[in-house]
């Protein structure tokens, strides 16, 4: 059966800023420069989640795309959507919440959701020149 890739395109907002507590502020600017305001900054993240796999052949599916709709909205959206990354989100309380990091803490969050014969990969813009994608590795 063949492999193929279906995509859901999501959006969420959030602020954040980075920065490591154990640093100097002079050592927190010149790493992390206008990122690293304390008062924080924010951005409006775009997201494509990734799965290829076998197409079912009763249903036609890789993956049911309404399925994976509430899959975002439940695991990404409600948790991540206007909130301070670094104040309101558990998994960043002691993770500076760059892009990449971002990144994996979504993997990780659909991944438990996501059969294991499926691969997943999780693009996330964080401007519309800046992005990253983590797949697991």
């Known amino acids: 059966m063949p492999r193929v890739t279906v995509h859901r395109k999501a ?8 920065f ?17 305001n304390p008062n924080y900054h924010g951005h409006n993240y775009e997201l494509i989640v990734s799965i290829t796999g076998e197409i079912n052949p009763k249903t036609g599916y890789v993956y049911d795309l309404g399925k994976l709709r509430e899959l975002i909205k439940t695991e990404v959206e409600e948790e991540l959507d206007h909130k301070n990354l670094n104040l309101d989100v ?4 002691n993770l500076n919440p760059t892009a990449e990091n971002i990144c994996v803490v979504i993997y990780e ?4 959701h996501i059969s294991k014969e499926m691969d997943l ?11 990253v994608s983590y797949s697991g590795e």
């Open 121 to 131: 990969k999780i693009t996330l813009y964080e401007t519309p020149r800046n992005f």
């Open 90 to 93: 558990k998994e960043f309380e």
């Open 109 to 112: 969050k659909l991944r438990l």
């Open 20 to 36: 490591r507590p154990d640093w100097s502020d002079e050592k927190n600017f010149k790493v992390f420069g206008k990122c690293n």
């Open 11 to 18: 959006h969420f907002n959030a602020a954040h800023r980075l």
